[in-house]
């Protein structure tokens, strides 16, 4: 039975049951006790307590409890992966991925604590030595964490990373979806004795836990990866007190495919995208607009490729195997996008049903859908799903306009060459990323959103510089 972790303890929840479901298989396969609002009260007042003490835990203390943390993580890798492939459906592979990219994470994070430091000035408005300034950066304090179901433990290295480094402490509420490989985080920090109520992990409904965990008054920060829906919901009852928050919110990418794209290149990487975790990410590519010129074959290769997937789960072979989503409820949300889109006039080239003999699991068949108009609900709303929406465009510029037509400002794309019209894409794409013929990732880069994707970021420097608040002294000597 999998436990909550409040103030360093593994304890029974005293909520309803949790019935976690396989989406390869539709079964249940784990049922555990939720926490209640009483316990998530536990274990901020847990985390209030450990920063009194963990704020002033030397750095190289700090640092050397996130190594041990990552090596006790690394030595129980293969049970978390597979704990992980059963919760979410994800093949081995993906699984690996999500493991490893939070390894990767929580030693970013160790490493570059080193370089966050203060600075020091003398007063420009008088002569030197007159006034000195010194500014500092001090933890900020009790954080708590709402972590998303797609990728639960990249998604949790993102925050235990820079508290543990910090100096702050959080409560992290993981999806009741997938709580499992977090929860057994907890149950890693309990065996190496990480001093009780810097990290708390607890699980239950978002309705009970979020609506405590939010309106407290001590959180210092609220972190969320989840949708824009759930961002306001969280901003709104934060507002109990003052905090700052910091919010990877919902995505509506446009891709460009310019006249003189790589379309072969463009094929690889779209097909890839929306097929890893079966295109449940928030940077998946879900408004194509390719040139006309290129439209047939850019199609045509994307097919090619989309029927070379192979549909299965854990250790199923395959040169790309693609799982199910992560329920019944999404495959029937994207199936629902799909159907809308084609009863608009839009065109299914291959895909957009449930594959036969997966009946019984989460699975829709990856989908390319072309000739998809603007007004189309597809294009309005994030698809979250294996589908490839594809429009064709003549101008370059109206490209930009449509790309920019959406609340959303998470990341872009462009495919082409021409030096001109990448600089005008960088500069017109109201997105906080863009990628250019290719796709990059790693700890080091921010994940930033604008608009109504979020306010600041995940992983970096960057992300890591909200885990602090600024503090001065000017002193006249």
Wanted: glycine share 10%; aromatic share 8%; proline share 4%.
């Amino acid at each position: 039975m999998f436990k909550q972790y409040i103030n360093g303890k593994l304890t029974e929840g005293k909520g309803r049951e949790i019935r976690v479901m396989n989406p390869a298989d539709g079964k249940d396969f784990e049922v555990l006790k939720a926490a209640t609002g009483e316990q998530a009260e536990e274990a901020l007042e847990a985390a209030k307590k450990a920063f009194s003490t963990w704020s002033w835990t030397p750095l190289e203390e700090r640092v050397a409890w996130l190594r041990k943390y990552t090596d006790a993580l690394l030595a129980e890798r293969e049970y978390i992966v597979d704990l992980l492939s059963k919760e979410t459906g994800k093949p081995y592979a993906e699984a690996c991925y999500d493991f490893d990219w939070g390894i990767s994470s929580l030693r970013f994070f160790a490493e570059e604590i080193r370089r966050v430091t203060g600075t020091t000035f003398s007063d420009n408005a008088g002569s030197r030595g007159n006034f000195y300034h010194l500014v500092d950066r001090r933890p900020l304090g009790v954080v708590v964490g709402h972590l998303a179901w797609n990728y639960p433990l990249g998604n949790a290295a993102l925050k235990i990373g820079p508290t543990l480094a910090s100096g702050c402490c959080c409560v992290l509420k993981p999806s009741s979806q997938t709580p499992l490989a977090t929860l057994y985080l907890g149950e890693i920090m309990h065996r190496i004795g990480l001093p009780d109520g810097v990290v708390n992990i607890i699980s239950g409904p978002a309705e009970e836990l979020g609506n405590v965990l939010n309106k407290s008054r001590i959180p210092k920060m609220i972190t969320l990866i989840g949708s824009t829906e759930t961002g306001r919901q969280v901003m709104a009852q934060g507002a109990s007190s003052v905090k700052t928050y910091s919010l990877e919110l919902g995505g509506n990418a446009p891709a460009i495919l310019m006249e003189d794209a790589d379309v072969d290149l463009a094929a690889d990487l779209i097909v890839t995208s929306q097929v890893s975790n079966t295109g449940q990410t928030c940077i998946g590519y879900n408004r194509i607009y390719v040139h006309e010129s290129r439209y047939e074959e850019f199609c045509r290769k994307v097919e090619e490729r989309l029927k070379k997937v192979t549909i299965g789960a854990g250790h199923d072979a395959g040169e790309m195997v693609m799982g199910p989503m992560i329920s019944f409820r999404e495959r029937d949300r994207v199936l629902g996008l799909i159907e809308d889109a084609k009863a608009a006039g839009a065109k299914v080239l291959c895909g957009g049903d449930i594959p036969a003999g997966f009946e019984k699991g989460a699975y829709i068949s990856p989908t390319l859908i072309i000739d998809v108009k603007e007004d189309m609900r597809i294009s309005r709303e994030e698809i979250f799903g294996p589908v490839i929406s594809v429009r064709p465009y003549t101008d370059f510029e109206d490209a930009l306009k449509k790309a920019n037509d959406t609340d959303a400002g998470l990341t872009s794309y462009l495919f082409g060459h021409d030096a001109r019209a990448i600089a005008r894409a960088y500069e017109v794409l109201e997105f906080g990323e863009l990628y250019v013929n290719g796709f990059s990732t790693g700890p080091m880069l921010p994940h930033c959103g604008v608009r109504e994707s979020g306010v600041g970021c995940d992983a970096s420097r960057w992300g890591l510089e909200e885990y602090f608040s600024l503090k001065r002294l000017s002193m006249h000597p």
